[in-house]
């Protein structure tokens, strides 16, 4: 139950800064933004987390409602990753 308090706050401050600063500059009318749960797959050893923290992000940045990926698509989610940034 700790995780909701602590996603409340992170999402309270990223707002606060964004609605405070960002959006200013921009230009941009700001929404809210809300927090919601998502079935998010686990990744099954110790050593995938990134790929999984930066896949996950970029489906949620890109609105993505499907977080369908599993611990067996996790080296070609390496390679795609490794070669964007390389690229």
Same mark, same amino acid.
């Given at each position: 139950?700790?995780?909701?308090?602590?996603?409340?706050?992170?999402?309270?401050?990223?707002?606060?800064?964004?609605?405070?600063?960002?959006?200013?500059?921009?230009?941009?009318?700001?929404?809210?933004?809300?927090? &919601?749960? #998502?079935?998010?797959?686990?990744?099954? !050893?110790?050593?995938?987390?990134?790929?999984?923290?930066?896949?996950? +992000?970029?489906?949620?940045?890109?609105?993505?409602? &499907?977080? #369908?990926?599993?611990?067996?698509?996790? !080296?070609?989610?390496?390679?795609?990753?490794?070669?964007?940034?390389? +690229?």
């Amino acid at each position: 139950v700790w995780y909701k308090t602590y996603c409340k706050l992170v999402a309270y401050l990223l707002e606060s800064y964004y609605s405070q600063v960002v959006h200013v500059r921009k230009g941009e009318k700001f929404l809210r933004w809300r927090v &919601s749960k #998502a079935a998010f797959p686990k990744q099954e !050893n110790g050593d995938d987390c990134g790929i999984f923290l930066i896949h996950g +992000a970029a489906c949620i940045a890109f609105n993505s409602s &499907s977080f #369908a990926w599993k611990q067996s698509d996790v !080296n070609y989610l390496r390679r795609f990753y490794a070669g964007y940034l390389l +690229a």
